[in-house]
């Protein structure tokens, strides 16, 4: 079971950048929450909370592109716990949040989208079509004997020759439809 989890806070630092061993990109960033805890009638700040936040793919760009150090911003993901051994063969433990969405809080200040251009990629059903349908434009197409220089002794294997290569031009000019 996952835990889901909606978080405001403030970026404590930049932004890191790097890529796994698979080559997936990868940010992380920590990221302050205090609470505001009403005592005796006077607002007061709670404990601070820190946590860091990794991201993985687009996202992580976006990340590195988009926020900075001091910004109010918004996070969804899920909490998860990663373990590691240090030199010494210590086994330490920490939460993070893997966000699948990191945004600006607009309650606190203003920003300015930009939408990122979509990088097409060979998955992409329209992509492969139009790929499908240059590699059909430039296919070799059979070229048909000359009508009137006809073997008396082959008319009907003439006639099913033209119609086959008849056949494949009307094939290669239709467009395929995406599914």
């Excluded at 609470?35 to 404990?47: A, L, S, T, V």
């Excluded at 939408?115 to 790929?131: I, S």
């Excluded at 048909?144 to 094939?171: K, T």
Aim: aromatic share 4%.
């Amino acid at each position: 079971m996952d835990a889901f989890v909606n978080l405001t806070g403030y970026v404590g630092g930049d932004v890191e950048l790097r890529h796994t061993k698979s080559g997936v990109t990868c940010a992380s960033v920590r990221v302050a929450t205090t609470p505001r805890i009403r005592r005796h009638g006077d607002w007061m700040d709670g404990e601070t909370t820190w946590l860091t936040v990794v991201c993985y793919r687009a996202l992580a760009e976006n990340a590195r592109a988009s926020i900075a150090r001091g910004d109010a911003v918004l996070l969804v993901g899920k909490l998860r716990t990663q373990v590691w051994t240090d030199a010494n063969h210590v086994e330490h433990e920490r939460l993070v949040l893997e966000a699948s969405t990191i945004g600006h809080d607009l309650s606190r200040g203003t920003a300015l989208f930009q939408r990122a251009e979509r990088q097409p990629t060979t998955e992409d059903p329209f992509e492969l079509a139009e790929l499908i349908e240059a590699a059909e434009r430039n296919a070799a197409i059979p070229e048909v004997d000359d009508p009137h220089d006809v073997d008396e002794d082959s008319d009907e294997d003439d006639a099913d020759a033209r119609s086959l290569v008849e056949d494949d031009r009307r094939d290669a000019n239709r467009v395929p439809v995406p599914t």
